[in-house]
Nanobody
Framework: QVQLVESGGGLVPAGGSLRLSCTAS????????MAWFRQTPGKEREFVSV????????SYADSVKNRFTVSRDIPKNTLYLQMNSLQPEDTAVYYC????????????????????WGQGTQVTVSS
């Protein structure tokens, strides 16, 4: 049973930066597909970024391209999300998600493709 634990959220002013971490346990990390989603009250969970371990494919939502960077540390079983130039509209609970193995490209941004989820970490960007 894979468990995901996020950390690194907080309150920052607009233009600031944060780095989120997601540490996985209980499974084989290397070939997993792992992603970041975010959610605000009353809205559906929104895709942010993904790292597909089977071929090192990386993808971002248009809203975060050139500001956010996803990376991973295999020995530490950890996925990171470096978030720069944060804006108030980035305010949300950020969730880490994982699936053991490959997800086809067309489904990478679909929350239903992922089996495991973390508890979420709050990111608040003040204007």
């Amino acid at each position: 049973q894979v468990q995901l634990v996020e950390s690194g959220g907080g309150l920052v002013p607009a233009g600031g930066s944060l780095r989120l971490s997601c540490t996985a346990s209980g499974g084989t990390f290397r070939r997993n597909t792992m992603a970041w989603f975010r959610q605000t009250p009353g809205k559906e969970r929104e895709f942010v970024s993904v790292f597909r371990g089977s071929d090192n494919t990386i993808s971002y939502a248009d809203s975060v391209k050139n500001r956010f960077t996803v990376s991973r540390d295999i020995p530490k079983n950890t996925l990171y999300l470096q978030m720069n130039s944060l804006q108030p509209e980035d305010t949300a609970v950020y969730y880490c998600a994982a699936k053991g193995g490959h997800i086809i490209s067309s489904m990478l941004s679909n929350a239903g493709s992922y089996t495991y989820w973390g508890q979420g970490t709050q990111v608040t960007v003040s204007s």
